[in-house]
Nanobody, 124 residues
Framework: DVQLLESGGGSVQAGGSLRLSCAAS????????VAWFRQAPGREREGVAA????????YYDDAVKGRFIIHGDNAKNTVSLTMNSLTPEDTARYFC??????????????????WGQGTQVTVS
């Protein structure tokens, strides 16, 4: 079975930083795209960053561009999301997703086959 496990969430003051990590078991990240999504209470899940670990090519939503950095570590089979200059608007549960179906755009929820359970990020 494929399992994605997020870690690194927590509470931070505005302007601070957090680093999330997503480790995979039963799946090799460098085969396909890995993305981070987030979902705030009462809002739809939205994509914030994606990476092709094999090439390092990264993509970002405009809301996080210049503040977040996504990185794939092929040796450790993990994908990290470093979040800087955090604001209360970044408060959400963050999920990693893997293996695109190539039926939708990369920041579409239905695009990915595998999901983690998420990790909470709270910015105050």
């Amino acid at each position: 079975d494929v399992q994605l496990l997020e870690s690194g969430g927590g509470s931070v003051q505005a302007g601070g930083s957090l680093r999330l990590s997503c480790a995979a078991s039963g799946y090799t990240y460098n085969r396909n795209c890995v993305a981070w999504f987030r979902q705030a209470p009462g809002r739809e899940r939205e994509g914030v960053a994606a990476v092709y670990p094999q090439t390092g090519t990264a993509y970002y939503d405009d809301a996080v561009k210049g503040r977040f950095i996504i990185h794939g570590d092929n040796a450790k089979n993990t994908v990290s999301l470093t979040m800087n200059s955090l604001t209360p608007e970044d408060t959400a549960r963050y999920f990693c997703a893997a293996e695109r179906r190539y039926r939708h755009t990369m920041f579409t929820v239905d695009e990915y086959n595998y999901w983690g359970q998420g990790t909470q990020v709270t910015v105050s």
